[in-house]
């Protein structure tokens, strides 16, 4: 599956902004579909997943109340929706899916996803 990030831009602390995951070549809903994030000079970590038929999601603590990540079946797309932005979101943040998932993962870890998108730049002006 092909994954094409966008959404992505230059905010003030305290906006909104929507990021979407576009998939093609196969179904996106029959893979847990995660967005990490990397910050100049650190890791690539976890913001949010979701996966299963009932659409389960995870999310960072950082980003918890502030995020929600959602999938438009009939877009075969999975979008991150972030508000009350803070400059420590900014990042390059990428989408990435699964093949499959164990019982009991919450798909945080980057080596569960074999897909990835190239990423998109978000940048909170404080």
């Known amino acids: 599956v092909q994954l094409q990030a966008s959404g992505g831009g230059l905010v003030q602390a305290g906006d909104s902004l929507r990021l979407s995951c576009a998939a093609s070549?196969?179904?996106?809903?029959?893979?847990?579909t995660g967005w990490f994030r990397q910050a100049p000079g650190k890791e690539r970590e976890f913001v949010a997943t979701?996966?299963?038929?009932?659409?389960?999601?995870y999310y960072a603590d950082s980003v918890k109340g502030r995020f929600t990540i959602s999938r438009d079946r009939a877009k075969n797309t999975v979008y991150l929706q972030m508000s009350s932005l803070k400059a420590e979101d900014t990042a390059v943040y990428y989408c990435?899916?699964?093949?499959?998932?164990?019982?009991?993962?919450?798909?945080?870890?980057?080596?569960?996803?074999?897909?990835w998108g190239q990423g998109t730049q978000v940048t909170v002006s404080s």
């Open positions: 990435a899916a699964a093949e499959s998932w164990k019982l009991g993962s919450r798909l945080t870890r980057r080596s569960e996803y074999a897909y």
């Open positions: 979701i996966f299963g038929s009932a659409d389960t999601t």
């Open positions: 070549g196969r179904t996106l809903s029959t893979y847990p």
